[in-house]
């Protein structure tokens, strides 16, 4: 590496591989910036020039280039005199005041997170943030980490404030940037400074650690367990089967199980060895499932305050999701329960960096054998496997008990694919992409997203769509649909928030909000955005056609937050299906989907208590379900308002009036 001063190089790991490559050059209070990712067929790609002030804050932030999904970013912060003014894909604005602020760049690279973390450490730990907010850096240990042939010490810090998740921070000894770990709520990678780099490894582990000490503290505030009946009243449940709310009742819970369903009958005390807890007339409804999930220790306490009590894993890192399923089921940290998929990829420039990526068939059987000697639910396929594979993975998983799913590889068809086995299909995109490329063209790039406003000029009648329909019957093969993922990359532009975002965004914390205005797709006029949304509806009435079909649709997101399965299954509506049908999709098909109907997926005497209280009806409002006061795991009591705190977001709904021994509601109740 060049001396540092001059040159930093840094490489961004994901999946124990590069995946992106970032190099500062500074030149006393200027920094200029090369950044580029290519993970997956996607990343961010641009250059940033930084001038700083003496107090280590940009007066001048240019960044040109472009986003995840080839979207175009131009970005710039200019300072005259005690004003501030901005422009980003998110906003335009300023702020007039002394002393500045620190302005939280949009679409920055992680090298901004350690000029945050040094701003706010010369300013004594917190520091006032444009367009609003603010941020504090907070030292946690010493990280001592190889370079070269010594051993160095680094401070590890935890940085608040400036988006979505706290952030760890690695500086030297002269508050020099090393690396910043984590960078997304669910695929955790790390950026490390190149004479540090093959202490990758060590720092992924730090991650996990840090990460898993945070929530491990959050989860003694926000859990809480009681070894007496808990008797919830006053509440209407949910009946999947009729489709309805029923009439008020009580619901008794013991050790994790509900014990007893009994007409509400508001002169019978609640003996004193009980807690209570009054549902004020409210929904109480089984919990929910995101059948679309890449999980890490940060997905857990989103999906809990969301009502999400269980997931379906679709690939992550093998031995971190191993590692975490137990610390969840058992409540060390806060989360669902995760059902396994074990993700298969061929190697190619485009390759997932996640589960297994075999260089031969025997290899790739092995993986197979692996996945199902672990208990996974199924193996899923991706976008860069061999064609030729699929068939004997199939039948390798069919004979052991699993079952297979996943994107269609490269160059291949869904027709192809459910021939060879696959008992399921992994995004709607994935599915209709097959009626809509010409042969040759490459889904391990972003056109398995661009390619998609072609849909706006599909005709639903035609014989190729009719013939994958009529093979998706004959196998039994359903669909993961993950539309709101759809929508949001196709629809969201920059500068508004989306409708599906609206409910929610004002909430979250301010670096999360600027980061959802964006425009995702590469188009260059009005005329193609507006083909892309003309295309969604068409992805809409796609999903119409499949449930009149008779297809089995399985609402997942690709997320994290948990807000996004709510709209998962308000496009469902949208597409046609009542609120009831869609609350039984969530509920009760996806339990007994996932082998678990025996004791998960209805509010009945004997099954698990996984449940949540909601304000309002969702069989008539599928929008209800974002109103959520409680949430049971396990028997276990959350409330949303208590877990919203810890992360730093605007609760949404106060908790119930809960009494008896030992009980606590949070704060401001």
């Not at 190089?9 to 580029?36: C, K, P, T």
């Not at 137990?326 to 059902?339: E, K, M």
């Not at 790739?364 to 496997?385: C, E, H, P, T």
């Not at 696959?422 to 994935?430: A, C, M, P």
Request: glycine share 10%; hydrophobic share 40%.
């Amino acid at each position: 590496m060049d001396s540092i001063g001059s040159m930093e190089r840094f490489e961004i790991i994901s999946g124990g591989e590069v995946v992106g490559r970032l190099v500062a050059a500074l030149d006393g209070a200027e920094i200029s910036i090369e950044y580029a990712v290519d993970d997956n067929g996607r990343g961010a790609k641009h250059h940033e020039h930084i001038q700083l002030n003496e107090r280590g804050l940009p007066v001048e932030w240019r960044i040109d280039g472009t986003s995840l999904m080839g979207g175009a970013v131009h970005e710039a912060l200019a300072t005259d005199g005690d004003t501030q003014r901005w422009v980003s894909q998110a906003d335009q604005g300023s702020v007039t005041g002394t002393p500045l602020k620190l302005y939280l760049a949009n679409d920055a690279s992680p090298y901004a997170y350690g000029l945050y973390a040094r701003a706010a450490l010369n300013a004594g730990g917190a520091l006032a943030t444009a367009p609003s907010g603010g941020i504090r850096v907070e030292f946690l240990r010493q990280a001592s980490l190889r370079r070269g042939a010594e051993t160095t010490a680094l401070d590890t810090y935890i940085l608040t404030g400036a988006g979505l998740l706290p952030e760890f921070v690695l500086l030297d000894d002269q508050r020099r940037f090393v690396a910043r770990l984590g960078g997304d709520l669910m695929l955790r990678d790390v950026t490390v400074r190149d004479d540090y780099a093959d202490q990758a490894a060590a720092l992924i582990a730090l991650d996990t650690t840090l990460s898993y000490e945070r929530l491990a503290q959050a989860q003694r505030r926000i859990r809480q367990r009681f070894d007496l009946p808990l008797r919830i009243r006053n509440v209407r449940v949910f009946d999947p089967r009729a489709l309805q709310l029923g009439e008020p009742v009580s619901v008794v819970v013991f050790r994790g199980r509900i014990t007893s369903i009994t007409p509400n009958i508001e002169q019978v005390a609640t003996p004193d060895d009980h807690i209570e807890i009054d549902g004020q007339g409210g929904a109480l409804v089984a919990g929910l499932h995101d059948m679309h999930a890449h999980n890490s220790p940060w997905t857990g306490p989103f999906y809990l305050a969301a009502g999400v009590t269980t997931v379906r894993d679709m690939g992550n890192d093998n031995p971190k999701l191993l590692d975490l399923m137990p610390r969840l089921d058992t409540g060390a940290l806060p989360g669902p329960t995760i059902i396994p998929s074990g993700l298969i990829e061929g190697r190619s420039p485009y390759s997932a960096r996640l589960g297994v990526i075999p260089e031969t068939l025997a290899a790739a059987l092995d993986a197979v054998r692996w996945y199902a000697d672990r208990g996974y639910f199924q193996i899923k396929l991706y976008n860069s496997m061999n064609p030729d594979w699929v068939k004997p993975l199939t039948t390798e998983a069919h004979r052991l008990g699993l079952r297979a799913a996943g994107h269609i590889p490269a160059f291949t068809t869904p027709d192809r694919m459910m021939e060879d086995g696959y008992d399921e299909i992994t995004h709607i995109n994935q599915l209709m992409l097959g009626w809509l490329l010409d042969a040759g063209e490459d889904t391990r790039t972003p056109l398995r997203l661009t390619a998609m406003a072609r849909a706006r000029d599909l005709d639903l009648d035609a014989p190729k769509v009719r013939h994958t329909l009529e093979l998706m019957q004959e196998h039994g093969v359903g669909l993961d649909t993950t539309a709101v993922i759809v929508e949001r990359l196709m629809l969201s532009r920059a500068g508004r928030v989306l409708p599906a975002d609206a409910p929610y965004l004002d909430h979250m914390p301010i670096g999360y909000q600027r980061y959802r205005k964006r425009t995702f797709v590469p188009a260059t006029s009005d005329a193609e955005l507006r083909q892309y949304e003309e295309a969604f509806a068409n992805i809409l009435a796609t999903m119409a056609l499949l449930r009149q079909s008779g297809i089995p649709l399985w609402p997942g997101t690709d997320d994290g937050t948990g807000f996004t399965l709510h709209r998962e299954l308000e496009l469902y509506v949208a597409a046609g299906m009542s609120p009831a049908e869609a609350l039984r999709i969530a509920t009760f098909d996806c339990a007994a989907h996932l082998g678990r109907g025996h004791s998960h997926g209805s509010i009945e005497r004997g099954k698990r208590a996984d449940l949540l209280l909601l304000e309002g009806d969702p069989t008539r409002d599928i929008s209800a379900i974002r109103r959520i006061r409680m949430v049971m795991k396990d028997g276990d009591i959350y409330f949303p308002q208590d877990i919203y705190r810890e992360l730093g977001i605007a609760p949404f709904a106060p908790p119930p009036p809960v009494t008896g021994p030992g009980t606590r509601v949070g704060e401001g109740a």
